[in-house]
């Protein structure tokens, strides 16, 4: 019997007709284990996943290889968004037995959950011939099966442990993660490594922000060539915003084309910080379209954030997106049809598969003249008409809370940024003040959906879909996230509801998630026990919860004035200070965390009657510096600690600037407050 029926997972949804007896992940099935005397099959997967989709056509909807399944094992289907507790345990006992690990991942297991051989996607002959050899060893080698898995849980035990090396996160050592990821960087492409090639936001944030601190030229040199590089290939959706997952080749010309919610956040805080430094036009525009993508794309009116839209179009990956030039002709004509092929680089032996080819700009167009830009513009709009008629992909529609923590912190990041580039004399003006319309829209509803939603007796659930919070616990991701988010959403709105809901989520954080090396944990004290307790601090394709927690903390201290959870981030901090100095690429979450420590970071409240357009307030976000928290509104205003007790000089906006709890003379002029932010 097929038990996914009743899931609120689409990924565990998509199996529900498959011809294997799945269970979901919980105790009954171990328990059904331990009473048939079999091993476990534990898949974990996503709903936009590939290879997933692969390995459920050939295997688990093929009725011989579900008899196999269903007569010598107990499966458990697993969404690893959905539980990335679980996926981090076993994620981490893969990599320990075949050095690499990714999705689909395919793990055996005792009844007691302990792993024995993992992998990731075996084509359907070699799963059948792995399903006998376990069924055999498990029958006539049991004692060595147990040994190995013993040892496979002391070794992933250890690789999960806390309690290690711990120092100061200096400014040398982030010098030297700075230095490390220029010495790493692909000076032709952008970005790091080769393929497949993923992109490296959170490196981006952190260079950003020591660029700010140090005037580091060449910091900023990788993020903007990177962010060109990025924007310009086919890993942006050139039609309609948005990036892919990863380019599978070096140069971000072919995307693997699942569009995941985390990316497209944290891409679009990068392009909005490097539009805020510097004013770049490609910038700008790449964070307005991400923006779009995100609330036209990805949002679900009274809810949140959808999780991602699929890498497939009815079985075929980049169907919606590819073209051929005798497709852009069919489309646009003949003139413009040669216009759009030399544009977006669409030739006829194509870069992707069958001749066809994904969109990306062979030329440089921000800087074009107007007519050419209002050119590509008209063509852009009739292609994205024609395409939309074209089959679509799937969208994933769980609402994950850290993702979408991630997701109302960059849009409120924004929103302020763009209200200090705003004039009506932009040439699209009317589209920018659009888009931050609805993706304010978008923002606040996720913020109210998280809210009422996902913080139950306190606590906060993991997921949400069609308005129905599910059952898994949230994880310290997404309490760091959200807490952070509930953060963003204080100093954009004043209100300080916002303030105390984070303040909530980190006592429950520091209460529950706390490791004694002042580290943490990635579950709950009282979380479902697993066969090891995960505490990953480094940061991969989102923060680490150790570094979500971290941000969340250095921004709430700022805010409330209360120093204990700065101690408590300088303090885990410090455990994650040893994988900056050696591994910054995966730590750049916690460097970015790290630079506003060394920053300050910078609190400034501007005492005012128009928290929106006052010039002092402009001034302030114009400035910040790395990581700084800006509030403004009047005086004393309730649930605003940075305003208490500061009035208006003279009758004048004031800005009142602190760093690191200590204060210097409040200021009214413009002049005066450049001056402060400068340090």
């Known amino acids: 019997m097929n038990r996914l029926a009743s899931a609120t997972s689409p990924y565990l949804l998509q199996h529900a007709d498959n011809p294997v007896d799945w269970w979901p992940w919980c105790d009954e099935a171990f328990a059904e284990a331990k009473r048939r005397d079999v091993p476990v099959i534990i898949s974990v997967g996503y709903a936009a996943c590939h290879w997933c989709h692969v390995m459920a056509h050939e295997s688990f909807e093929n009725e011989g290889v579900a008899q196999l399944m269903n007569e010598d094992f107990v499966s458990i289907k697993v ?30 297991a005792a009844p007691d959950g302990t792993p024995f051989f993992c992998g990731t996607y075996f084509p359907r002959a070699n799963f059948i011939r792995l399903l006998g050899s376990v069924t055999t060893a498990w029958r006539d080698q049991r004692e060595a099966v147990l040994r190995q898995g013993a040892a496979v849980v002391e070794a992933i035990g250890g690789a999960q442990a806390v309690g290690g090396l711990s120092a100061p996160l200096t400014a040398e050592l982030l010098d030297a993660a700075a230095d490390q990821l220029a010495g790493e960087y692909d000076e032709t492409n952008g970005g790091f490594g ?37 924007a310009r290939g086919g890993l942006h959706d050139q039609l309609a915003g948005g990036f892919a997952r990863y380019s599978v080749d070096g140069h971000w010309t072919v995307p693997h084309f699942e569009k995941m919610l985390y990316d497209n956040a944290l ?14 036009p490609l910038a700008r525009r790449v964070a307005r379209d991400t923006a779009r993508f995100l609330a036209d794309e990805l949002h679900r009116p009274g809810e949140g954030f959808a999780s991602a839209l699929d890498a497939d179009t009815q079985g075929v990956e980049g169907l919606t997106y590819v073209w051929t030039p005798a497709q ?20 006829e032996s194509g870069t992707f598969e069958h001749g066809t080819s994904v969109l990306r700009l062979a030329r440089d167009v921000d800087a074009a003249d107007p007519a050419v830009r209002a050119r590509w513009q008209e063509v852009v709009g009739r292609l994205l008409a024609a395409r939309d008629t074209r089959p679509q992909p799937a969208r994933d529609d769980k609402v994950v809370a850290a993702w979408n ?8 990041e924004f929103q302020q940024v763009a209200a200090l580039y705003a004039s009506p004399d932009d040439e699209d003006a009317n589209l920018m003040e659009g888009v931050v319309i609805v993706a304010d829209g978008a923002m606040r509803d996720a913020a109210e959906h998280l809210a009422a939603a996902h913080v139950v007796d306190g606590r906060l659930r993991r997921v949400s879909r069609d308005k129905l919070v599910g059952e898994p616990a949230g994880v310290l991701e997404d309490y760091g996230c959200v807490a952070e988010a509930f953060c963003a959403m204080h100093q954009l709105t004043g209100d300080g509801r916002w303030l105390a809901l984070a303040g909530q989520l980190l006592d429950v954080a520091l209460a529950r998630f706390a490791a004694p090396d002042g580290g943490f944990y990635d579950t709950a004290d009282d979380a479902e026990r697993l066969v090891t307790r995960p505490a990953d601090p480094t940061d991969n394709a989102t ?3 150790r570094s979500a927690i971290i941000a969340a903390l250095v921004a709430y201290a700022a805010l409330s004035g209360e120093t204990r959870y700065r101690e408590a981030a300088e303090a885990a901090l410090s455990t994650v200070a040893p994988i900056v100095g050696r591994h910054a690429r995966f730590a750049g979450y916690a460097a970015t965390v790290g630079e506003a420590l060394l920053s300050g970071p910078y609190e400034i409240a501007v005492v005012t009657d128009d928290p929106v357009g006052d010039p002092l307030v402009a001034t302030a976000r114009r400035h910040a510096p790395p990581g700084a928290v800006v509030v403004a509104g009047r005086a004393d205003q309730p649930g ?30 413009v002049d005066d407050l450049v001056a402060r932010l400068a340090g």
């Open 640 to 669: 605003v600690p940075l305003l208490a007790e500061r009035p208006a000089l003279d009758g004048r906006s004031t800005a009142y600037v602190c760093r690191g709890f200590v204060c210097d003379r409040p200021v009214t002029s």
């Open 543 to 545: 923060p680490s919860g």
């Open 79 to 108: 969404d690893r968004e959905e539980r990335p507790d679980v996926d981090a345990v076993y994620m981490t006992a893969t990599q320990a037995m075949t050095g690499q690990g990714g999705w689909p991942m395919t793990v055996f």
């Open 194 to 230: 080769g393929a497949p090639k993923f992109p490296p936001h959170m490196n981006l944030l952190f260079l950003l922000r020591h660029h700010q601190r140090t005037g580091s030229a060449r910091s900023l040199e990788i993020v903007r060539h990177t962010c060109e590089a990025m």
């Open 405 to 412: 923590g991630l997701a109302i912190t960059a849009i409120a």
């Open 328 to 347: 852009l002709t069919e489309v646009l004509g003949e003139e413009d049809g040669r216009f759009a092929a030399d544009l977006f680089g669409v030739t």
């Open 267 to 280: 891409l679009l805080r990068v392009y909005t910080q490097l539009w805020r430094l510097t004013g770049d």
